[in-house]
């Protein structure tokens, strides 16, 4: 992982080589050109060969993960008594097995690997960036804690909305597993109405709360990335100058 964050990261100061080095002082010579060239290309790919198989590693994982806790889950269940059954609807229960194992998987897959890879990025870019300039590294630094603060305020608001998207979610799944089982009394006492409308009804739920989940998404997005793409300009702005 680090590796491929070091070669990642590698690119760019090529890239700063080249314009401090031949476009500022107007030398290009071919052999040193290409050199530097066939590097960021290979660095480039040595980079996404390491990414490739940094996913594949944790998808594994990901995988034997949900599969012995779907397993763990199936044998708590068949140890649970009778009238444990009675109260818990069992559309709720293949919900939990089925799709709250594959949060897990998600977990594994998307964040823990997200953390980790953009840790090594950040600690390579640290690195990269006092090389070239301490001072564009501090204010770098100076960003961090107000996107933390806002990571902070995202899972605060965010969390219990994802619970309720996750009990809307098992009790749609109650409902099509009730209406599938019970379809011959629902038809017979003409309750195809009734049923239909209750399911609209969990599923406009569901819509609103997933509608809702993303909306912090929306208006934290685009304020906590502003800063990086203003230094980013005038990073630019004083290439171009050069």
Do not use: C
């Not at 399911?199 to 997933?210: D, G, I, K, Q």
Request: hydrophobic share 55%; charged share 15%.
């Amino acid at each position: 992982m680090w590796i491929a964050a070091a070669a990642e990261v590698s690119g760019p100061l090529l890239i700063s080589y080249f314009i401090d080095n031949m476009v500022a002082k107007h030398t290009l010579p071919l052999k040193l050109v290409a050199g530097l060239a066939v590097a960021y290309i290979g660095l480039q790919l040595l980079a996404a060969l390491l990414h490739y198989n940094q996913s594949l590693l944790f998808n594994r994982a990901a995988v034997g993960v949900v599969q012995q806790l779907r397993s763990d889950v199936m044998d708590a269940a068949l140890h649970q008594p009778l009238s444990e059954f009675d109260t818990q609807p069992v559309g709720q229960l293949i919900s939990r097995v089925t799709n709250d194992a594959e949060v897990i998987r998600d977990l594994y897959v998307t964040v823990v690997a997200t953390v980790l890879r953009s840790a090594a990025l950040i600690g390579a870019m640290l690195v990269a960036m006092f090389s070239l300039d301490w001072r564009m590294a501090l204010v770098a630094i100076a960003i961090f804690p107000a996107v933390l603060i806002v990571m902070i305020i995202y899972q605060r608001y965010s969390t219990p909305i994802v619970r309720r998207v996750r009990a809307w979610l098992a009790d749609i799944n109650d409902g099509f597993n009730e209406v599938i089982n019970g379809m011959g009394v629902i038809q017979q006492f003409r309750q195809q109405a009734r049923f239909g409308e209750r399911m609209r009804e969990a599923s406009y739920a569901h819509y609103l709360a997933r509608d809702a989940d993303a909306a912090p998404g929306r208006f934290s997005a685009a304020p906590a990335a502003e800063p990086f793409f203003l230094a980013g300009a005038v990073r630019a702005a004083d290439a171009v100058r050069l």
